[in-house]
């Protein structure tokens, strides 16, 4: 499929995972109605999680195109959550591979059901606020993209991430773990990304070259 943002289009294909680094929290529900419809007019489950707010804006988003959201919903082809518990470890911990997890069994629910595949949307900043370690984000980013792109898994993953609440440093590494990033109004393919398997190979290399580094006296 294609993905437009303010007329910029880039092909989306399965197994991808998108970023979206946003400054308001109202930039997540237009990217991700446009995605949403998409995979729900191709017979694919599709989730988004985010705060009420959010899940209330994208429901009128949907709505502006046309999409009868209440109809979705009963069917069981849309799902919107607006509590995180049930993506925390015990409902309260940040854990990346519980999350990933329940991306696996949400894949796996829905063929069961017979969709095509799935789609999901999370916000991050909101999921994540006050738990997660950077550390934590990127073992939780990179094992998604070891899993999603690299298995080609019937999956496409939207993250958004606010980029004025995360360190500078984070957002460049969170960017070389996407192939597709939207960021303000623009999509993009990264130039700057590094598959999983680049990426974590240049973290060992780095904390090998730290554990040969001479030390002060």
């Known amino acids: 499929m294609d993905l437009s943002v303010e007329g910029k289009t880039e092909r989306i294909p399965p197994g991808s995972h998108i970023c979206q680094l ?6 997540i529900p237009a990217v991700t109605a446009r995605l949403l419809r998409v995979g729900l007019t191709l017979s694919e489950k599709c989730l988004f999680v985010a705060a009420p707010a959010q ?6 988003e949907m709505r502006k195109l046309q ?7 009963a069917s069981g082809q849309l799902v919107l959550y607006e ?3 049930m993506f925390l470890a015990g409902g309260k911990r940040f854990d990346p591979y519980f999350l990933l997890s329940s991306h696996q069994t949400f894949i796996a629910q829905a063929l069961r059901e017979g969709w095509q595949a799935v789609r999901i949307s999370i916000d991050m900043t909101w999921l ?3 738990i997660a370690t950077p550390e934590q984000v990127l073992k939780y980013e990179a094992a998604s993209d070891a899993v999603f792109t690299f298995q080609n898994a019937p ?4 993250m958004h991430y606010d980029h004025s609440k995360l360190l500078p440093s984070l957002v460049v590494e969170i960017l070389k773990l996407h192939p597709i990033s939207v960021v303000g109004k623009y999509i993009k393919r990264n130039p700057y990304y590094l598959n999983s398997e680049q990426y974590m190979l240049k973290i060992l290399r780095i904390n090998k070259e730290k554990g040969n580094a001479p030390q002060a006296t």
Do not use: M
């Not at 899940?55 to 009128?60: A, D, F, N, P, Q």
């Not at 009868?68 to 919903?73: H, L, M, N, R, W």
């Not at 999956?155 to 939207?158: C, G, N, P, Q, R």
């Open 128 to 130: 994540a606020k006050d």
């Open 83 to 85: 509590e995180r518990e």
């Open 67 to 73: 999409v009868d959201v209440e109809e979705y919903i």
């Open 155 to 158: 999956i496409i993953a939207l």
């Open 55 to 60: 899940v209330k804006e994208l429901r009128e």
């Open 22 to 27: 946003y400054s308001k929290v109202t930039e």
